[in-house]
């Protein structure tokens, strides 16, 4: 069945806000709050009204049909920063590194570098891009067009492998706090990804996905469990 769209209620322990303040509390921090269908995404499948920050994912994607990121396989009137994918993706239709098909979105400080594979919209970051109500924007997002085998994307800027990796291709991009690097080495990671610091989410009442921090989550029934 199909998540309900109606979000909790403001003021809630499980309400957005209060979910962020808690990972914020900790070493680094990680959050993912939003709600969708069921479409293939390394870390979401379909994120509406809803938000993405400071999050990567690694497992490659597969789909038979349409929607395939390697972040997130569609979103729509969100924003997602401060995010990585480095997974191969594979699917038909709407394919893409980082996202397979984005509507007013914004996606910024974000890359991908996983191998993509399909038939008809796709691209190395993301693989349709639509604007309806609010617009959709690309800010200082990037993608390795090497190991994507992607030369275009419907956002972003394509980079080699070396490019990828100098911290002179994301000119604005936070790395006092946010992004590390080793020069001609890797490509940029959080500072926080060698403490051993994960947040993620997890479904709960009506498909929305709720924080998840260092394992714990709100369950509306039992408090943070």
């Given amino acids: 069945s199909q998540p309900t769209t109606t979000p909790p209620p403001a003021g809630t322990p499980d309400d957005r806000s209060a979910a962020v303040s808690r990972a914020q509390s900790g070493v680094g921090f990680s ?41 997130v396989g569609s979103s729509s009137s969100s924003i997602i920063d401060n995010s990585y994918a480095v997974g191969r993706v594979a699917g038909n239709d709407r394919v893409g590194g980082f996202a397979g098909d984005v509507t007013d979105t914004m996606v910024a400080y974000s890359y991908s570098r996983g191998a993509v594979s399909g038939n008809t919209y796709v691209g190395g970051f993301v693989g349709k891009s639509n604007t309806v109500m609010g617009g959709t924007a690309f800010f200082a997002c990037y993608w390795d067009t090497q190991t994507s085998g992607q030369a275009t994307s419907a956002g972003g800027t394509g980079r080699t492998t070396a490019q990828m990796k100098q911290q002179t291709t994301f000119p604005v991009w936070d790395f006092g706090t946010v992004w590390g690097i080793d020069e001609n080495v890797s490509y940029p990671y959080f500072k926080w990804e060698d403490r051993g610091v994960f947040a993620g989410a997890t479904d709960l009442v009506g498909g929305w996905k709720r924080l998840s921090w260092f394992g714990d989550f709100y369950d509306p029934g039992n408090g943070w469990v």
């Fill in 31 to 71: 959050y993912w709050w939003g709600h969708g269908r069921w479409q293939p995404g390394g870390l979401s499948g379909s994120t509406g009204f809803g938000d993405i920050s400071n999050c990567y994912a690694s497992g490659s994607v597969t789909s038979s049909s349409a929607y395939a990121g390697g972040l």
